[in-house]
C-alpha cells in the first residue's frame, strides 16, 4: 500500500514539474532581443487631465500641441518631495521677478499617481494658499495612462513614466517639438546654475 502511494505521489510531483520545464532557447531571449523589448520610443507626447486652472490651459492638455513646434522643459514631481517643492518655488520666484517669462514652456508631470491622489498634487502644487504653487501647467496623468509615440500615432506598451524613461523627483526633461529628449537632469535640490542652463536650453 505505501509503494502504490509513494509511485502516485512521484507520478504526481512529475506531472506538475513536466510542464513547467523549459529548454535554454525559451528560458530568455538573447541581449539583442531583450534590447528590443525594452527600446524606448525616441519622440513621445502625452495627453493627460491638468489641475483645471486658467493656468493650465483647460482640463486637459496635449503636450506637443499645446507647444506647438516649440521646446518643452518637463519638471517631474511628487507631492511629498522636498527637492520638488525646492525647484518650484525657485522657478516661480524667478517669475515673480521677471528673471523668467510667464510664458516660459515649463510643465510639471505627476510622476506617482499610484501613490498620492489627484487631490494631493492640486493642494501642493495648484492652490493659492500653497508656497509651492506652480505658476505654470500642471499636468496630473492617470495611473498606468500610456505615453503616446510619435513616430506611429498610437499608445506605448508602457506607461507614461516608463516611456520617459522612469524620471527620478525632482528632475528635468527637456524635449524638442516633436517630443525628442533633449537634455535630461536629477540634480535634487534647487541650483540657479543648473535653471540658468536649462532655460538657455529652452531658448535655444
Same mark, same amino acid.
Given at each position: 500500500?505505501?509503494?502504490?502511494?509513494?509511485?502516485?505521489?512521484?507520478?504526481?510531483? %512529475?506531472?506538475?514539474?513536466?510542464?513547467?520545464?523549459?529548454?535554454?532557447?525559451?528560458?530568455?531571449?538573447?541581449?539583442?532581443?531583450?534590447?528590443?523589448?525594452?527600446?524606448?520610443?525616441?519622440?513621445?507626447?502625452?495627453?493627460?487631465?491638468?489641475?483645471?486652472?486658467?493656468?493650465?490651459?483647460?482640463?486637459? #492638455?496635449?503636450?506637443?500641441?499645446?507647444?506647438?513646434?516649440?521646446?518643452?522643459?518637463?519638471?517631474?514631481?511628487?507631492?511629498?518631495?522636498?527637492?520638488?517643492?525646492?525647484?518650484?518655488? #525657485?522657478?516661480?520666484?524667478? #517669475?515673480?521677478?521677471?528673471?523668467?517669462?510667464?510664458?516660459?514652456?515649463?510643465?510639471?508631470?505627476?510622476?506617482?499617481?499610484?501613490?498620492?491622489?489627484?487631490?494631493?498634487?492640486?493642494?501642493?502644487?495648484?492652490?493659492?494658499?500653497?508656497?509651492?504653487?506652480?505658476?505654470?501647467?500642471?499636468?496630473?496623468?492617470?495611473?498606468?495612462?500610456?505615453?503616446?509615440?510619435?513616430?506611429?500615432?498610437?499608445?506605448?506598451?508602457?506607461?507614461?513614466?516608463?516611456?520617459?524613461?522612469?524620471?527620478?523627483?525632482?528632475?528635468?526633461?527637456?524635449?524638442?517639438?516633436?517630443?525628442?529628449? %533633449?537634455?535630461?537632469?536629477?540634480?535634487?535640490?534647487?541650483?540657479?546654475?543648473?535653471?540658468?542652463?536649462? #532655460?538657455?536650453?529652452?531658448?535655444?
Amino acid at each position: 500500500m505505501a509503494t502504490n502511494l509513494q509511485a502516485i505521489s512521484f507520478v504526481i510531483i %512529475l506531472l506538475l514539474i513536466v510542464p513547467g520545464c523549459i529548454n535554454s532557447q525559451e528560458m530568455g531571449a538573447t541581449g539583442e532581443e531583450m534590447e528590443q523589448e525594452t527600446e524606448l520610443p525616441e519622440k513621445l507626447n502625452l495627453v493627460a487631465d491638468t489641475a483645471g486652472r486658467d493656468i493650465d490651459r483647460g482640463q486637459q #492638455m496635449d503636450l506637443l500641441a499645446d507647444a506647438n513646434g516649440e521646446k518643452t522643459l518637463i519638471l517631474w514631481v511628487a507631492t511629498g518631495c522636498s527637492g520638488c517643492h525646492d525647484w518650484t518655488g #525657485m522657478i516661480a520666484d524667478s #517669475m515673480r521677478e521677471g528673471n523668467i517669462s510667464n510664458d516660459t514652456r515649463i510643465i510639471s508631470i505627476h510622476r506617482y499617481p499610484s501613490f498620492e491622489s489627484r487631490e494631493q498634487v492640486i493642494d501642493v502644487y495648484a492652490s493659492e494658499n500653497s508656497s509651492t504653487q506652480s505658476l505654470w501647467p500642471v499636468l496630473i496623468p492617470d495611473e498606468g495612462q500610456s505615453a503616446i509615440d510619435m513616430d506611429t500615432g498610437q499608445n506605448t506598451d508602457y506607461s507614461y513614466s516608463t516611456a520617459f524613461d522612469n524620471p527620478v523627483t525632482p528632475s528635468f526633461t527637456l524635449i524638442d517639438g516633436d517630443g525628442k529628449t %533633449l537634455w535630461r537632469s536629477k540634480v535634487y535640490w534647487a541650483n540657479q546654475t543648473l535653471l540658468t542652463e536649462a #532655460m538657455d536650453l529652452l531658448d535655444s
